[in-house]
């Protein structure tokens, strides 16, 4: 169990607000030092997201060599670094011991709760910070930033303001996906009346338009694409290829698979209108050995679907993919068929919209915060979380950044307040 000591008469008082990842691990560590620390939570309960994260198995970290991790945050990563370095995917999973979780290592290196959920690990981190004198204040919604660093604040009793004058603040307000878990993105325009720069927020780990027909749509909506290869080059001229699993929507394509492109075929959108992927729908055959299967006599009387089962694995979704591309009057042309099967080309429209996302890219930009994640134009107030303008695929690379995060902008609060102490 985590040791908590007990307030003592030195120690000051820390606001958060926002009770998702980033805001509790700070509240949690400046508990942990001793600190008088009260969570503002506009919801009726904490860590909403986090719940809703559990729902399809919490991946909390990854298991990959640290170097490979920290390059996950594209072109973040120096940002991040230093803060993962200091709360490293390891100390996440201690930490999570320490709550009474156990964690397991999936087959694709991600690290779980064994239980797979989110709840039991939230109930045990409130359990703790309740224990340690956090006072939660749920239902307290901040409602506007002003110039001078004061925050308007609305409550089940009425309005009132807190002020850094009383003590650090932490806002972890969460980015603008799933709104109706809680982060808005309210806050961006805030922000930047206050004049301080917060880059467009838009969705990352999102799902795609595509113009696929009435009939696609209604043979394969909500069914996986499993075992293929995407392929897609950036603005920047280059590409990637990944193995991996998609699934069929009724507006386009979601899945895993496109989520670790969406940032790259969003970035191309943007550029372009729109951008193509590719899809391997045999990775394992070479073109040659896909042309060899698909030139063979077809036995008589046998459609081309069937004469086409073995190397597209009999998989429905595949086939029905393949004649939604493959030209009618080339259907005895094995060259065109292998061509298509092993480079299927799919135009991606537009993202779907930012409420549908796993998370946000943009936010306040690192330019506008100091080493410990303070506000520079507004001293005392500190950001963790996805308000920060970073992003990163899914595998647990998400809730580590907001935690570590929030481990950085706590010792960053301790160490502001105890200087401001000091110079009083
Ligand atoms: C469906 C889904 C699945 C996910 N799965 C995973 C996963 O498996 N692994 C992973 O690493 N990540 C996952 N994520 C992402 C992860 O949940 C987020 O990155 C993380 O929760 C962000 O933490 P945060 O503390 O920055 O913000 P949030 O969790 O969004 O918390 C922000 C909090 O601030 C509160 N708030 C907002 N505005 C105000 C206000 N004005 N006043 C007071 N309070 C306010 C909100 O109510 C909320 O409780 C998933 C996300 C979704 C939507």
């Known amino acids: 169990m985590p040791d908590l000591p007990i307030p003592t008469a030195h120690t000051h008082h820390f606001s958060i607000i926002g009770g998702g990842p980033a805001g509790l691990m700070a509240a949690w560590l400046l508990a942990r030092d001793g600190h008088r620390v009260t969570i503002y939570e506009a919801g009726p309960t904490l860590g909403r997201k986090f719940l809703r994260a559990g729902v399809g198995g919490l991946n909390i970290t990854h298991s990959e060599d640290l170097g490979r991790f920290i390059m996950r945050y594209g072109s973040q990563s120096e940002r991040l670094r230093g803060m993962i370095e200091a709360f490293k995917p390891d100390d996440l999973r201690a930490w999570v011991h320490g709550l009474g979780i156990e964690t397991f290592v999936g087959t694709s290196g991600r690290v779980f709760p064994k239980q797979m959920k989110a709840a039991p690990l939230l109930r045990s981190w409130v359990h703790h910070l309740r224990e340690a004198g956090v006072e939660i204040r749920l239902r307290h919604a901040l409602t506007q930033i002003g110039k001078d660093g004061r925050l308007d604040m609305m409550g089940p009793d009425g309005a009132f303001i807190i002020s850094p004058d009383r003590g650090p603040i932490l806002l972890a307000l969460g980015g603008a996906s799933w709104p109706q878990l809680g982060s808005t993105g ?109 030139a063979r006599p077809r036995k008589k009387g046998r459609s081309l679907s069937r004469h086409l089962a073995s190397v597209l694995a009999d998989d429905i979704v595949k086939k029905t993919l393949l004649f939604e591309y493959l030209e009618r009057d080339r259907y005895d042309d094995p060259d065109h068929i292998a061509g298509l099967i092993k480079h299927l080309p799919i135009q991606m429209l537009a993202t779907r919209p930012i409420a549908e996302a796993i998370s946000t890219a943009g936010g306040i930009t690192w330019d506008e915060l100091d080493e410990d ?7 005392g107030i500190f950001v963790a979380g996805e308000m920060a303008d970073w992003e990163a695929p899914t595998g647990g690379y998400l809730l580590t950044a907001c935690l570590a995060m929030g481990k950085r902008a706590a010792s960053g609060m301790a160490r502001y307040a105890a200087k401001s102490a000091n110079s009083i």
């Open 373 to 379: 994640l303070m506000i520079k134009k507004m001293p």
């Open 186 to 294: 309210q806050w961006a325009s805030w922000l930047s009346d206050c004049g301080i720069t917060v880059s467009p927020m838009v969705p990352a780990n999102c799902g795609f338009e595509v113009a696929f027909t009435a009939h696609l749509r209604e043979k394969c909506a909500n069914l996986p694409l499993k075992a293929v290869a995407l392929t897609h080059t950036d603005v920047l001229g280059n590409t990637q290829t990944k193995r991996g699993e998609l699934m069929i929507a009724d507006y386009g394509i979601e899945g895993s698979l496109i989520y670790a492109f969406s940032a790259q075929i969003r970035d191309a959108i943007y550029k372009y209108g729109k951008t193509t992927i590719y899809l391997d729908l045999a990775p394992e055959r070479t073109l040659q050995q896909v042309r060899d299967l698909v």
